[in-house]
């Protein structure tokens, strides 16, 4: 099907060819990139928060582990107390960072929801683009067709008197 249509098009000027929903195909493929800046940057905010709350988790067990050596060595409630304040806090943060992460994974869900979805409008438009493309290239050849059917029945009488009859000789 696919060699069909190439014939047909390499045959035909598609340089009129029109296609009236144009203006919106583009705009629906700007709205593609810009949704898909949208997600890269929702991806790359991810990948950071990501980052952050590993280290905050390396904190919080770095200071677990000084503090087990320091109760080991001596026993300072001040400095315990101050510990303990430290990794609450840690925690804390570690948790708002869960609840960032959680959000940025639904907002890049639904980000990502409506690319496949504009995506498929530009697929369905893209079709529809090929369809009446097609449709044109048909049409022309019908009409250059039609056209050359008319020239050759115009020229039957020039042709039949320009035939030599059955005694003369041809020049």
């Known amino acids: 099907m696919e060699r069909t249509n190439d014939a047909v ?3 035909v000027d598609l340089r009129g060819f029109s ?4 203006p919106y195909l583009r705009k629906q493929e700007w709205q593609l990139e810009r949704l898909e800046g949208k997600l890269a940057q929702v991806q790359k905010q991810l990948l950071c928060a990501q980052d952050s709350r590993r ?5 919080f067990e770095g200071q677990a582990r000084q503090m087990l050596q320091w109760t080991r060595a001596r ?5 315990h107390q101050r510990g303990l ?3 609450a806090d840690v925690r804390q943060r570690i948790e708002t960072q869960d609840q960032e992460i959680q959000s940025l994974h639904a907002q890049k869900a639904s980000l990502h929801e409506e ?4 995506q498929r409008t530009i697929d369905g438009l893209q079709e529809h683009r090929s369809i009446a493309l097609q449709e044109y290239a048909q049409e022309v050849t019908r009409v250059q067709a039609a056209e050359a059917d008319r020239d050759w029945i115009g020229r ?3 042709r039949a ?3 030599p009859t059955s005694g003369e000789v041809a020049p």
């Not at 296609?19 to 144009?22: A, G, R, S, V």
């Not at 280290?55 to 904190?59: R, S, W």
């Not at 026993?75 to 400095?79: E, F, G, N, R, T």
């Open 9 to 11: 098009f390499s045959q």
């Open 19 to 22: 296609y009236p929903l144009e």
């Open 55 to 59: 280290g905050l988790h390396l904190q």
């Open 75 to 79: 026993l300072d409630p001040h400095m």
């Open 85 to 87: 304040a430290y990794l």
């Open 115 to 118: 690319f496949v979805a504009q």
């Open 156 to 158: 039957i009488p020039l």
């Open 161 to 163: 008197r320009q035939r």
